[in-house]
């Protein structure tokens, strides 16, 4: 069955530090997506990230960037020198096949970041 | 419009009444998703349009969810005769395409049935 797992309820950084946010996913299929999401309080998902199953580098954008393990089926987040808007709900999804849409979430992970 | 919009951004019913959330994606967007997200946990798909077409509706809780595309723009997502367990945020996304671009959120209806 495709899982995603995220098992940090809850994280707190220090401004100006970087934190990491684990993800692991669980799938049979060869050709999948992972993707992380940020929804702030407000409510919308914001795109943050995206790494394709077949790609070699991680993928980095501006202070995201996902450390993407294939054998060990993890794709953890990590976000370098934080700031007080980076407090919010973070999702790891993932997509399968070809239809970056249709996307199975994790639990999500609370993160605080303190001043 | 510059993003996806939703309607109404919150929505009370009494048990027993349906209910109808409306989705305006972005201008040009191919692909359609609707979602519902229970309180603390992740987004569940519910169903998604290409175009007009309805090509997968597996995540549809039951037969009172319904939704529909008919311009292959605008969508509605209803549901009947509404349940406590569908309190949830409603959010519908869209996309360009269905592969290699990532899907574009709209901020969600909160449903409350009451």
Redo the contacts between chains.
Sequence with gaps: AQK?TQTQPGMFVQEKEAVTLDCTYDTSDQSYGL?W?KQPS??????LI?QGSYDEQNATEGRYSLNFQKARKSANLVISASQLGDSAMY?C?MSLG???????????TTLQVKP | GAGVSQSPRYKVAKRGQDVALRCDPISGHV?L?W?QQALG?????LT?FQNEAQL?KSGLPSDRFFAERPEGSVSTLKIQRTQQEDSA?Y?C???LV???????????T?LTVV
């Design positions: 995603i993707f999401y407000s409510g919308e998902m914001i795109f995206y999702f999804a070809g239809n970056t849409g249709k996307l199975i979430f994790g639990q999500g | 692909s998703f979602y946990q992740g987004p569940e798909f998604y997968d945020v959010l996304a869209s996309s269905l592969s290699n671009t990532e899907a574009f959120f709209g901020q969600g909160r």
